[in-house]
């Protein structure tokens, strides 16, 4: 059974930089992807970005394009997503998600974690 753990959340102000990490336990080469979603105050879940383990293939919401980075260490099992040039409208509680492929929907993931708060301050 893959379990999913976040860490790396905090507050920080706007334009700095935060680095989130998901380590997988009892990983195995099916669940090729691993996805970051995030949940606003009062809004729903939205898409953030996405990686397989196999290709390191990418992809990312538009509105985090040129600012955030996601990349994983396989000898680790650990995603990361390095957030840059943050604004206050990515403050959101982050969840890291595992699935059999990379994807921008949220119903392919089987695997969430409990999710890491981040807090970008004005």
């Known amino acids: 059974q893959v379990q999913l753990v976040e860490s790396g959340g905090g507050l920080v102000q706007a334009g700095g930089s935060l680095r989130l990490s998901c380590t997988a336990s009892g990983r195995t080469s099916a669940r090729d992807g691993v996805g970051w979603f995030r949940r606003p105050p009062g809004q729903g879940r939205e898409f953030v970005a996405a990686i397989t383990w196999s290709a390191g293939s990418t992809v990312y919401a538009d509105s985090v394009k040129g600012r955030f980075a996601i990349s994983r260490d396989n000898a680790k099992n650990t995603v990361y997503l390095q957030m840059n040039s943050l604004k206050p409208e990515d403050t959101a509680i982050y969840y890291c998600?595992?699935?059999?492929?990379?994807?921008?929907?949220?119903?392919?993931?089987?695997?969430w974690g409990q999710g890491t708060q981040v807090t970008v301050s004005s």
């Open positions: 998600t595992a699935g059999y492929r990379a994807s921008t929907l949220a119903g392919l993931y089987n695997v």
